[in-house]
């Protein structure tokens, strides 16, 4: 359970880590993202709070995730964000209204359903992780488990970062093949 736990605590941190980082990377990704959250019905006049207020959580987040035995608070803050997070993308997918998700920066990737999927894992990881670290699991001990769980959890990581990418990947080829008629020649 040490492992789970620190695996988690990584993969968590290390999404929340570079969704902060995309979003800081330049004036353009943070301007991208502070529109991003009026596409998504958020008031003009607080867009820029929400924005600034997300980035600030996100960072808070992965602070709190790396610090202590067990990273509790940091996973109640993951939790609430992911909460708001997924809120607003079922909200804006509901409205019909055509938003992108800037989620790690300047993205051009519409909000869709499997942003949802994604937020629901993230949402089980951090409740998971935060069940783990209330019930006192001890740290890891041994070199090679530190080391599959940091593995696995920047695996994870990198598949929840590139969501969009692999969508957009697993949607052309499910668009080129679904065009063929069967027997056909590619």
Do not use: W
Not at 39 to 50: D, F, I
């Amino acid at each position: 359970m040490a492992y789970a736990l620190l695996a988690v605590r990584l993969l968590v941190g290390i999404v929340f880590a570079a969704s902060a980082t995309g979003k800081l990377r330049g004036a353009a990704a943070f301007r991208g993202f502070e529109e991003s959250t009026r596409s998504m019905g958020v008031p003009a006049r607080l867009s820029r709070l929400v924005a600034v207020a997300v980035v600030v959580g996100e960072c808070a987040a992965v602070v709190l995730l790396a610090l202590g035995p067990g990273g509790a608070p940091g996973f109640v803050l993951t939790l609430l964000l992911l909460a708001a997070f997924t809120t607003g993308i079922v909200r804006t997918l509901r409205s019909g209204t055509k938003a992108s998700c800037a989620c790690f920066g300047a993205s051009t990737a519409p909000i869709g359903r499997r942003h949802v999927v994604r937020n629901t894992v993230l949402l089980v990881l951090a409740a998971s992780g935060l069940a783990a670290a209330l019930a006192g699991t001890p740290a890891p001990a041994q070199a090679a488990g530190v080391l599959i769980a940091a593995f696995g959890a920047l695996v994870g990581a990198l598949l929840v970062i590139f969501t969009d990418e692999l969508g957009t990947l697993f949607e052309d080829g499910a668009t080129r093949t679904s065009g063929r008629v069967r027997g056909s020649a590619p």
